[in-house]
């Protein structure tokens, strides 16, 4: 058939009018019929094939599409087939530095492509703690073919940019410009122990050993102080906001007295004795993400639970060793403490039972502790300047968890350890070496490369460091009595 021909056919059944025909032509007459031929007779009409009707299932457009797929020619099979191609060929893993790390034992010097492929997709969830959203192969399902179609519809009607930035921290560079020092207004030369910011307004406190504990307005130009508080004879060694942040809590080198400051009363209230708590010197100290709990960590291996309201001795835990450093998870039911034989030890805040005890892989004694705030990570710091970075789950669960990965871009005791709010940016630094201080990124445990900014060197050794509420601050403390501060142009808010 001519293609002219096809396509005033294919219009005439889609509009279900009859096909115009050429002047000069009879009825009766077959479509193709030469001269010289005799004319064919139209079929009886009980042989004739009733006209296609709209709406129904076997439609014109599928008679059409029906008639286009038989015009295609069918398959041809292959001439020849090549046996090397069904073997199944064999990877070495021994001579590649990447893939030796995935061998689980030594008889797996050589794997198929296929078990390869399920080795590495195995690391990969490994290291995600799972299947992220973006790779689930499960399609979402509508009740019917109908909703599909109404959905497609309202979204061609619809005019917009669907195609936006991704809001995930992207690695790498991580874009940030530095502030005013955030306790420029009182400048002081003493160590810098605590930086912390308010959970609830945008206000940033700096204590240290020059007695006294600061508020600043973060305003990231002037930052202008608020109030200052003065501790006679008490060089603080940790001052820390309550959960509400209607409290500062704060701790000294060499007194056993806790000083609790009453942001909304204006008063100041010292804590001079514990019931129940025999400990000569109280220093570190830890509170609960909900703000019931005080954890102080005491001496011969004992963690002390505390009620946060009013200050009054739980319960004791106790592990081997000394302890030295704790902190709770983000629901506020269990306790993470690091010893200095090197291994962590998981309790139960409301039983004060051990759930777990394992050893921190490559560590001789620990030196830090930090739990994420969406509950995936646990990261441990030690004296050789390595931090483990541990899915939670498997801290609970295994005896002996593997570290998801390795951060050894500090070569001293990594002394400090932060998780962002967003669990984007982990904070690493160690107090014992100058410019010791790097941003990991995270998932991908990456560092930033663009800082610290080496040729400066105005960070100093680090004692201190935390991220504002929504992570578009970043501030620590050194030991030049300078707050420092930078803001993350990633995150809007404060």
């Known amino acids: 058939m001519p293609p002219e021909r096809r396509r005033r056919m294919k219009l005439d059944r889609k509009t279900g009018a009859k096909p115009k025909r050429k002047p000069g032509t ?222 500062v809590l704060a701790t000294s080198t060499h007194s056993k007295v806790l000083y609790v400051y009453d942001m909304l009363a204006g008063k100041l209230i010292p804590v001079h004795q514990v019931r129940g708590l025999k400990e000569k010197i109280v220093r570190s100290f830890e509170v609960s993400s909900d703000g019931s709990f005080l954890l102080i960590n005491g001496i011969a291996g004992y963690l002390h639970l505390l009620a946060m309201k009013t200050k009054e001795l739980i319960g004791s835990m106790k592990i081997n060793g000394r302890v030295a450093a704790s902190t709770f998870s983000s629901d506020s039911k269990k306790v993470y403490a690091s010893s200095g034989d090197g291994e962590v030890y998981v309790w139960d805040v409301n039983s004060r039972k051990c759930l777990n005890r394992f050893v921190d892989e490559g560590s001789l004694y620990g030196l830090s502790i930090a739990t994420s705030r969406n509950g995936q990570y646990v990261a441990c710091g030690s004296n050789c300047g390595v931090v483990n970075i541990y899915n939670q789950d498997s801290c609970l669960q295994e005896t002996n968890p593997k570290p998801i990965k390795a951060i050894m871009n500090l070569v001293t005791g990594v002394t400090s350890l932060t998780f962002n709010p967003t669990t984007e940016i982990l904070a690493i630094a160690s107090e014992k070496m100058k410019e010791a201080v790097r941003l990991v990124h995270l998932p991908s445990c990456t560092v930033f490369s663009n800082f610290p900014v080496v040729k400066k060197k105005n960070i100093s050794h680090v004692h201190t460091m935390d991220f504002s509420p929504r992570s578009g601050y970043f501030a620590l403390g050194n030991e030049k009595g300078k707050a420092l501060m930078y803001r993350l142009h990633h995150y809007s808010d404060f």
């Open 26 to 247: 009879r009825p009766g007459w077959k479509a193709g019929a030469g001269p010289g031929r005799p004319p064919q007779k139209p079929a009886p009409s009980s042989q004739r094939k009733p006209p296609a009707v709209q709406g129904h299932e076997d439609s014109g457009d599928s008679e059409v599409e029906n008639e286009a797929k038989g015009n295609f020619p069918p398959q041809k099979k292959p001439v020849w087939v090549d046996e090397d191609d069904e073997d199944e060929e064999m990877v070495d893993m021994m001579n590649n530095r990447f893939r030796k790390d995935m061998m689980k034992n030594a008889s797996e010097s050589k794997l198929s492509k296929d078990n390869l492929k399920k080795r590495l997709k195995e690391e990969f969830q490994h290291a995600m703690g799972g299947v992220p959203a973006w790779a689930e192969t499960t399609k979402r399902t509508t009740s019917s073919d109908d909703e599909s179609e109404e959905d497609e519809d309202d979204l061609l009607q619809r005019t917009g940019n669907f195609i936006s930035t991704s809001t995930s921290l992207p690695r790498g560079i991580l874009k940030m410009k530095n502030c005013q020092p955030a306790n420029a207004e009182r400048p002081t030369v003493a160590r810098i122990s605590s930086v912390q910011f308010h959970p609830g307004a945008q206000i940033v406190m700096v204590a240290g050993l020059d007695n006294a504990v600061s508020l600043f307005q973060v305003d990231g130009k002037t930052n202008p102080k608020i109030q200052s508080i003065y501790l006679e004879r008490f060089p603080i060694f940790k001052a820390c906001f309550s959960a509400n942040g209607e409290e």
